[in-house]
């Protein structure tokens, strides 16, 4: 099925550290998701983005949505470990109800 | 406010065979999605349910369908189940199909084994 590309696909930092990926689309979507998920437990949704070049923050997390509304862009500041996870993207297109899930981000965090 | 919730946990079920999936979504909630997460992998959009009927498709054959109820809760039934089939099945409910209500919230899956 189709899937956005996500990058990293996965990453080792240390406690403290800060994170960046991204997501990116070859198709303009006017919305964007991030979620967490943890082993074995459904994605949480961390942050929420509905206009081009937006900038939202949730605690420590802050998330862009891309100005040519094809990518998408998640940080962590002074990552903890419980910030280990897999962090997926998902895309809304205009006129279309469905969500596009990335291929995911792993991360690791070394204490 | 109750998150949302799905039923059962875990399943191991034999090729051939049909299963049903529950789902409630949380409250205040009256659009469900389903989603199908292979090991690995990003879920995959299933379909998604708005006033008790079908609001959108995504690339998946007949043999999976579903229903929701008047209570917003939702089944996903999948008939003559293939190896492929065994995934995690997520549901996520949201305050509206689209737009800004459109935030889903996921519940915490049901593990489909099939053998």
Redesign the interface.
């Known amino acids: 099925?189709q899937?956005?590309n996500q990058s990293p696909q996965s990453m080792f930092i240390q406690e403290g550290e800060d994170v960046s990926m991204n997501c990116t689309s070859s198709s303009i979507f006017n919305?964007w998701?991030w979620?967490k998920q943890d082993p074995?437990?459904?994605?949480?949704?961390l942050i929420?983005l509905?206009k081009a070049g937006e900038l939202t923050s949730n605690g420590r997390l802050t998330a862009q949505f891309g100005i040519t509304r094809k990518d998408s862009f998640l940080n962590i500041s002074a990552s903890i470990p419980s910030d280990v996870g897999i962090y997926?993207c998902?895309g809304?297109r205009s006129g279309?109800?469905?969500?596009?899930?990335?291929?995911?981000t792993r991360l690791k965090v070394l204490a | 406010e109750t998150g949302?919730t799905?039923s059962p946990t875990h399943l191991i079920k034999t090729r051939g065979q049909q299963v049903t999936l529950r789902c409630s979504s949380q409250s205040g909630h009256n659009t469900v999605?389903w989603?199908q997460q292979a090991l690995g992998?990003?879920?995959?959009?299933i379909f998604?349910y708005y006033r008790e009927e079908e609001?959108?498709r995504?690339?998946f054959p007949p043999r999976f369908s579903g229903l929701q109820f008047p209570n917003y809760s939702s089944e996903l039934n999948v008939n003559a189940l293939e190896l492929d089939d065994s995934a995690l099945y997520?549901c996520a409910s949201s305050l509206a199909?689209?737009g800004?209500t459109?935030?889903?919230?996921?519940?915490?899956?049901t593990?489909l084994t099939v053998t």
Not at chain 2, 41 to 45: E, L, R
């Open positions: 099925g899937q956005l919305t998701l979620y074995g437990e459904g994605p949480v949704l929420a509905y997926f998902a809304q279309t109800y469905k969500y596009i899930f990335g291929t995911g | 949302v799905q999605s989603y992998q990003g879920p995959q959009f998604q609001n959108g995504g690339n997520l199909p689209s800004r459109h935030e889903q919230y996921f519940g915490p899956g593990r």
